[in-house]
């Protein structure tokens, strides 16, 4: 049972341009989300976070957007830039239960065109 | 201030052999996660330890273990070793209490043949 999902394996963009990353949860009890960046055989690295009790949070060029109504959220980058190209995921957790466990989506590789 | 680090990098064992990975937490976290990333099963958590005391568990065979020492250095086994688990192998880390923020590290690749 996926829990966290995300529906696109990958997305290009024009430099530039905005790219929109998405991501479904079927948990209504996870409160806490993050995204994270990766390259190939290295670790995760994070880029920004949101809690349930807010709908957005903005970073720099990051921004993070929750519906939980609909259970969505999604990750805006402007503007896109090559350097941005990688692996994103998007990941889960309990904010109220005692536990770090976080449950990952599956990955949208974005590619960032020059 | 150093992140999580682990080691070894990269390693190749064979089959039915067993292997230790090791982790270092960022200085004053506590908290110390165990992630096996595979093409076909993405990113999934293994364990997760607090003060030295596993808090949860991944749904994984009983021949994965860990344990963290009283520095919040954290070491994962695996006995006899399958060629399905060669993965890469992620640590992480996160400071007091749900909610904060979860660093990980540069992972350890695994090979089994």
């Known amino acids: 049972d996926q829990q966290v999902k995300q529906n696109s394996p990958s997305l290009s963009v024009q430099e530039g341009r905005i790219s929109i990353l998405n991501c479904d949860y079927t948990?209504?009890?996870?409160?806490?989300f993050l995204w994270y960046k990766k390259y190939p055989a290295e670790g995760p690295t994070f880029l920004i976070s949101?809690?349930?009790?807010?709908d957005k949070n903005e970073d720099g060029r990051f921004t993070v957007f929750l519906n939980k109504s609909a259970k969505h959220l999604s990750l805006h980058i402007v503007p896109s830039q090559p350097g941005d190209s990688a692996v994103y995921f998007c990941a889960a957790s309990l904010w109220g239960g005692a536990t770090n466990k976080l449950i990952f989506g599956t990955g949208t590789l974005l590619a960032v065109q020059p | 201030k150093a992140g999580v680090t682990q080691t070894p990098r990269y390693l190749i064992k064979t089959r039915g052999q067993q292997v230790t990975l090791s982790c270092s937490p960022i200085s004053g976290h506590r908290s110390v996660s165990w992630y096996q990333q595979t093409p076909g099963q993405g990113l999934q958590f293994l364990f997760e330890?607090?003060?030295?005391?596993?808090?949860n568990k991944g749904n994984f065979p009983g021949r994965f273990s860990g344990r963290q020492f009283s520095n919040s250095r954290s070491e994962m086994n695996v006995s006899t070793l399958e060629l399905g688990d060669s993965a890469l192998y992620l640590c992480?880390?996160?400071?007091?209490?749900?909610?904060?923020?979860?660093?990980f590290g540069e992972g350890s690749w695994l090979t089994v043949v």
């Open positions: 948990n209504s009890m996870f409160d806490y």
């Open positions: 949101i809690s349930s009790i807010k």
């Open positions: 992480a880390s996160s400071g007091q209490g749900s909610g904060n923020t979860i660093y």
């Open positions: 330890y607090f003060s030295e005391t596993q808090r």
